[in-house]
């Protein structure tokens, strides 16, 4: 009969020699070896002398470091991995030094623009072809007025409220500034054509891989859709997936997972079959408010009476007033 050798034993651990180790512990911070059984959990921690005699006592294998750095990995990242990995992936920026003169030339040529701008150069470059440009965060939006009209708002038209949980920005005189705020430019979002699976998943992998590189363990996805599920499930599938998953599916907002209500709503009653080894879908995202982001902020807070602020613009029952290129403030 054929003998047993468990590896979870007193004598299996491994012993780690030479590193640079930072332990997270007050009392020690800095190490240069550790004993780590297959368990996972830290048996010892010191100096490299202190690990190497206690190995040779116990007959431990040893691995040489090599003057690497280790660290704890970070759990509970707040993060948009997919999103992200497409504006590194399947978008192009435009840099930090275009300006009204350049703007037009450079979306000509690189095709796509995601930076923040005024939008009457994108009138004059692109008169009869849709443009959407998006500030970082993605709580913000610029659409040229070809863009505008594929959503159905005519720019000239007086609008006295914004849209629901959204704000437009106007000039003094009226004029729309084709700039859109949080829920304001959600039906742009949802008119962008969705990108096939090969290159959601392509994209995912990019933000897997960045992830490690900081030392991401774990993560808690802000803005799960239905096409970024099924990446999710296919690398899985495909022994891909490297990194442990929150997905918090979107909520009352169709903006940022560019998805319908109707089908976000749908989503969470399958969720529990997309859960998986590494994904865990239990979660749900309620969109509150938005971010102290400049020029215009939309994050509420709340009054003394604890009710929502009418004086930050995200709950102003009119649109924001552009006064200056810098300072945008309530009518």
């Not at 002398?49 to 707040?78: C, N, W």
Request: hydrophobic share 35%.
């Amino acid at each position: 009969m054929a003998k047993h050798y468990p590896s979870k034993t007193s004598n299996n651990p491994v012993a780690y020699l030479n590193g640079r180790v930072y332990t997270v512990d007050k009392s020690q911070p800095l190490a240069s070896g550790f004993i780590l059984p297959t368990a996972g959990t830290f048996e010892v921690v010191g100096t490299t002398d202190e690990i190497l005699s206690i190995a040779k006592v116990r007959g431990l294998v040893t691995y040489d470091l090599r003057q690497q750095f280790i660290m704890p990995d970070m759990y509970d990242e707040h993060t948009h991995l997919l999103s992200a990995g497409e504006k590194r992936q399947l978008q192009t920026g435009i840099g930090g030094e275009t300006n009204e003169h350049s703007l037009g030339i450079t979306l000509k040529d690189r095709h796509c623009l995601y930076k923040f701008s005024k939008v009457k150069y994108l009138c004059e470059q692109f008169p009869d072809t849709p443009v959407l440009v998006r500030d970082t965060s993605l709580h913000k939006v610029l659409l040229n007025t070809e863009g505008l009209k594929r959503i159905g708002v005519i720019p000239e038209a007086e609008r006295t409220v914004p849209p629901p949980r959204g704000v437009d920005v106007r000039r003094v005189d009226g004029m729309m500034t084709e700039e859109l705020m949080e829920a304001g430019p959600g039906d742009a979002w949802l008119k962008l054509p969705v990108w096939p699976l090969p290159r959601i998943k392509k994209s995912t992998i990019y933000g897997i891989n960045s992830c490690h590189k900081f030392g991401i363990a774990l993560i808690q996805e802000a803005s799960a859709n239905t096409v970024y599920l099924h990446g999710l499930r296919e690398l899985e599938e495909e022994n891909k997936l490297k990194l442990d998953i929150n997905t918090h599916i979107m909520c009352g907002n169709k903006f940022f997972p560019c998805e319908s209500l109707g089908s976000l709503k749908s989503l969470l009653d399958v969720a529990e079959d997309f859960k998986s080894k590494h994904v865990d879908t239990r979660f749900v995202k309620f969109w509150l408010d938005g971010p102290r982001v400049e020029p215009g902020p939309t994050h509420c807070t709340l009054n003394g009476e604890g009710e929502p602020d009418p004086k930050i613009p995200f709950f102003m029952a009119r649109p924001f007033l552009l006064m200056s290129p810098s300072t945008i403030q309530g009518e």
